[in-house]
């Protein structure tokens, strides 16, 4: 009887298992149009569906049961359908609706009477957050792909796009995203075309037509066929669809590109580049369009319109996942709770009660995770997974694959998803694969073109009285301007090497009298107040003005670097004392010093050659590397105590400075040009001129050129950053414009500009002196050569000396009558040439020689010498002298 008892249960449990109790019916409402053909392929293949999963799972306990209702291309049609639905049907999930627009109504619906919402098309990303935890996308939201178009967007190196979407839910859903994603690539977007959803063919002509006069050229185009195809035409009637363009579309076409009319494709379309979703080639997926197709023909045996795309592949997959959950849910019965006093309220709209049973169905449908037709089926968020973008291009009557998007690689040209393990996301556009552009253009268009709309940006110029140099402006007889100079030619380039076109021109900061019209500050300020789009010129970089504007990285540097050549007299002077301290230690180590004299002197020698060296590297050193702005300010403390005038440039920041400094304004005195300059420094502080003047260096650097001999440019030095553009705060050029600048300093291009401008100013004006006094000069060593030479002398005279002593035998009047004062010099010529055999280094090289152990050296020294050399007679010497009056020398001598 014990033992019975579990097998009794065991065929209890059999039994139930193989009998089949009738399933129990859940009643799912679907809202659909159905007359649009998205609506009709849904519904087909949802019907498809459940007719699929039942037959192959027969023995579930639950099968769906459809209620359709039609909600008419109208938000409201919706709307009503589902109340209908919930009220009266007492569905327990609603499969729909087709549109973004139609979407929220119905998710409030859902979320009131815990009804899961399942939509397989509605893809606006703002439905999400709504953040109604019944409602579900059983398809992917438009966010998905903005990384994908981001991405080739970069891989282009397009700057600027401009989007062009429907004005509905599903147009402005998907722009949040899309602009985030576009500005983490430093991709701008100018201007947003909104296009009416019921536009009219002229409203589509007429933006078409503001966006070709503009200078993007990149866009984005977010909409359904309907109004796309329109806008295709409308842009190939606009000659919109040639060269230069880029038109890039979103999966709202490409997912329906197939049931586009294909000769429209082919005459509007060509060039179009665009993202869709992946989907993965699969047996079911092939059987299934098969099925399909004959389903189709059944059905309605004229129409071979109604091809099958990612929105029915979706719908077959939510009304799988929804029979899945339900079954899951263990759903036994479908109580549709009343509530209490609905009958109080005034309107039918609340009239309806709560699904029993949303809460299980909701949480076993954001579990449901299988294999679907159009991929895997996992839910993320409410939505389904991102799946990889496929990158299309459109030839001929239809598009074809160039590329792939993946979240983790980036751009890769094939799909490979055993490789996906490798982490490197990459943008190249290498990866992308041979695009047929608009105009029938293989290159990639750049993006931008010079806007034909004539809108130019108003770039303010300074007006200067000298310098002109950096800025010069000439007025024509027709009040016409010439702007030329160091500054506008910096400008220009760095314009050209912007990455889009930028149209501007040139309007001097001047009163109508073409006098200029305020200091630099008033400049910049002009720009804070909108009177310039840009100011450019010599406008250096300072905290208080970047109050007003936003500044462009320097062009120059506040150390000057303006021209190499301004170092040119320094460097000669530089590669002259380099090869004098190397033939000093390298060559005249060769000789053998012997005389304690010479030795004494070389000493001395070396000690000066050492100083000369060291100063001289210094000095190199000191030059080639940026020298440390040091301020000494007890220079500027003793003008200030000794009440000194000084100058500064007429309309410069300086003046500020000073003022900040306490120097008392009488004692400020302004010049204009580097000739004033000079003439107040020639008259001097007590006779109305200045003593120092204050200049940005720049410009002390072209009056030290003008004037080298009789200035020297001391410190202290107060940092500043140099010219630099200035921009209205939050200008988007400012970054592109200081990239640009980078690019253009750092080339070639920069240096012939310099060139151009500074050539004339490397020269003197007055080349009378060469010294400038804070370089180290042949008279910064008069000490040193002075104790050399006083060295030299004194060993000289004692040579001289000791040499007359040695030798006085031979010179002393009266030692031998018949040889005359010539003679006898002659002679002591000839003892000074000879080898001083008492200097005891000879005799250590006789000793050499004796004993054979010398080395090369000395055996040459050793040969060379004969006998007449150690013993001259007086007889040769007499016969020579005779007729030949040339002294003799060792060589000559020699027989
Ligand atoms: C969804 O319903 C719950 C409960 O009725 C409510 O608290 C929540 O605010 C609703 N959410 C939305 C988005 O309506
Ligand atoms: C494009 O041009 C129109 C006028 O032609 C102008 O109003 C609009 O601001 C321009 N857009 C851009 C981004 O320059
Ligand atoms: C319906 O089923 C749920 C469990 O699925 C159960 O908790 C509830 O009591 C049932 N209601 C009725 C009226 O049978
Ligand atoms: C019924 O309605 C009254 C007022 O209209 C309200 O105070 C009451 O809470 C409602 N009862 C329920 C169960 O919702
Ligand atoms: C040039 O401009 C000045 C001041 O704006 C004006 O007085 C003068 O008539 C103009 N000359 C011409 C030729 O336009
Ligand atoms: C800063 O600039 C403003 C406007 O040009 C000026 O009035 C002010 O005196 C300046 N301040 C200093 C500290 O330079
Ligand atoms: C400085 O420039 C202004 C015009 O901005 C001018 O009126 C003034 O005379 C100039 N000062 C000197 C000393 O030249
Ligand atoms: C400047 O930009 C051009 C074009 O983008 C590039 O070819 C060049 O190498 C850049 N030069 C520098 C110095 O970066
Ligand atoms: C430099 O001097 C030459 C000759 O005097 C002259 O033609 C040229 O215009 C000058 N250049 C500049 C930038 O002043």
């Known amino acids: 009887m014990v033992a019975i008892f579990p097998l009794a249960v065991l065929l209890l449990l059999l039994n139930s298992g193989t009998v089949q109790s009738t399933p129990f019916p859940v009643r799912v409402g679907v809202v659909v149009d159905m007359d649009n053909y998205v609506g009709k392929m849904g519904l087909n293949c949802i019907t498809m569906a459940l007719s699929d999963f039942y037959t192959k799972h027969g023995h579930y306990q639950t099968r769906l049961v459809l209620t359709k209702r039609d909600s008419k291309r109208d938000v409201v049609g919706a709307a009503a359908a589902a109340l209908d639905l919930l009220k009266n049907v007492q569905v327990q999930a609603i499969i729909g609706p087709l549109s973004s627009m139609q979407a929220p109504f119905m998710i409030h619906l859902g979320n009131k009477s815990q009804v899961p919402i399942i939509t397989f098309s509605a893809s606006s990303p703002s439905l999400l957050s709504i953040q109604s935890p019944y409602f579900v996308r059983a398809a992917l939201g438009d966010s998905s792909q903005v990384r994908a178009i981001a991405a080739i967007v970069q891989a282009y190196g397009w700057r600027e796009v401009v989007p062009i979407y429907v004005d509905n839910e599903f147009g402005h859903g998907i722009m949040p995203f899309l602009a985030d994603s576009l500005e983490k690539v430093n991709v701008r977007i100018p201007y947003r075309s909104v296009i009416p959803s019921f536009a009219t063919d002229d409203q589509i002509v007429a933006e078409l037509s503001m966006l070709m006069t503009n200078q993007t050229r990149v866009f984005i185009v977010h909409m359904r066929t309907t109004l796309g195809s329109r806008l295709f035409s409308k842009a190939k009637l606009l000659e919109m669809m040639s060269k230069d363009y880029v038109w890039i579309i979103t999966d709202g076409m490409t997912n329906e590109l197939t049931s586009m009319d294909q000769s429209a494709i082919e005459e509007y379309m060509q060039g179009v580049i665009g993202v869709k979703p992946h989907i993965p080639k699969s047996e079911e997926l092939h059987k299934f369009k098969v099925k399909y197709k004959k389903e189709i023909q059944l059905q309605n045996p004229t129409n071979h319109d109604l091809d099958l795309n990612i929105f029915g592949l979706w719908a077959y997959d939510s009304a799988v996942a929804l029979a899945m959950a339900v079954e899951k849910a263990r759903i036994r019965n479908a109580t549709f709770l009343k509530k209490a006093n609905d009958s109080t309220t005034p309107t039918d709209l609340e009239g309806f009660g709560v699904s029993g049973i949303g809460t299980e169905l909701i949480q076993a449908l954001s579990s449901t995770t299988f294999r679907g037709l159009a991929g895997e089926f996992k839910l993320v968020e409410g939505q389904l997974e991102s799946p990889p973008y496929q990158i299309i291009n459109v030839i001929g009557a239809g598009a074809r694959a160039v590329g792939y998007w993946t979240n983790d690689n980036g751009i890769v040209r094939e799909i490979n998803f055993a490789k996906s393990t490798k982490k490197t996301y990459s943008t190249s556009k290498s990866n992308i694969g041979f695009i047929m552009w608009p105009g029938d253009r ?445 002294p003799p020398s060792p060589i000559s001598s020699s027989p």
């Open 442 to 886: 293989k290159n990639p268009p750049k993006g931008w073109v010079t806007p034909t709309n004539g809108k130019k940006l108003r770039i303010g110029v300074p007006v200067k009285f000298r310098f002109f140099e950096f800025m010069h402006i000439t007025w024509n007889s027709d009040n016409s301007t010439k702007v030329e100079g160091y500054c506008k030619d910096v400008f220009d380039m760095v314009i050209e090497a912007l990455p889009y076109g930028v149209q501007y021109e040139y309007v001097p900061f001047a009163t109508s009298d073409h006098k200029r019209a305020g200091s630099y500050d008033e400049f910049v300020y002009a720009v804070y107040q909108g009177d310039f789009d840009a100011a450019v010129g010599d406008v250096t970089i300072i905290a208080n003005r970047s109050h007003f504007v936003d500044f462009t990285l320097p062009y120059t540097e506040s150390e000057h670097r303006i021209n190499e050549d301004f170092r040119g007299p320094l460097w000669h002077q530089v590669g002259t004392i380099f090869w004098f301290s190397f033939s000093t230690m390298v060559f005249a180590n060769k000789e053998r010093v012997i005389s304690n004299l010479s030795r004494f002197l070389l000493i001395i020698w070396f000690l000066v050659v050492l100083i000369l060296t060291q100063s001289y590297t210094a000095s190199l050193t000191s030059m080639l590397t940026v020298q440390e702005l040091k301020p000494t300010i007890t220079d500027v403390n003793e003008l200030i105590r000794n009440k000194e005038t000084v100058g500064y440039h007429n309309g410069s920041f300086v003046l500020e400075l000073l003022k900040g400094l306490n120097f008392d304004k009488s004692r400020l005195l302004a010049y204009n040009s580097p000739e004033d300059m000079h003439e107040l420094f020639r008259k001097g502080s007590a006779n109305g001129g200045i003593a120092a003047a204050f200049d940005e260096i720049p410009y002390v650097k072209l009056f030290l050129a003008k004037y080298c001999s009789k200035y020297i440019m001391v410190g202290p030095t107060y940092k500043t950053d140099g010219f630099g553009f200035a921009f209205p705060i939050g200008s988007p050029l400012v970054p592109d414009i200081s990239r640009a600048i980078l690019n253009v300093t750092e080339g070639k291009k920069m240096m012939e500009i310099e060139k151009k401008w500074f050539e004339n100013d490397t020269k003197c004006a007055d080349s009378s002196e060469f010294s400038s006094s804070n370089s180290l000069g042949i008279e910064s060593f008069w000490g040193l050569f002075m104790i050399v030479g006083i060295a030299g002398v004194l060993a000289l005279i004692i040579y001289v000396t000791s040499f007359l002593y040695e030798n006085w035998h031979v010179v002393r009047p009266g030692s031998d009558a018949e040889t005359t004062l010539a003679t006898k010099s002659l002679v002591l010529v000839q003892r000074f040439n000879n080898k001083d055999l008492t200097c005891h280094t000879f005799k250590n090289y006789e000793r050499r020689v004796n004993h054979n152990d010398c080395g090369c050296d000395c055996a040459r020294i050793v040969m060379e010498p004969s006998n007449e050399y150690f013993h001259p007679s007086p007889s040769t010497f007499s016969q020579n002298s005779p007729g030949n009056n040339s």
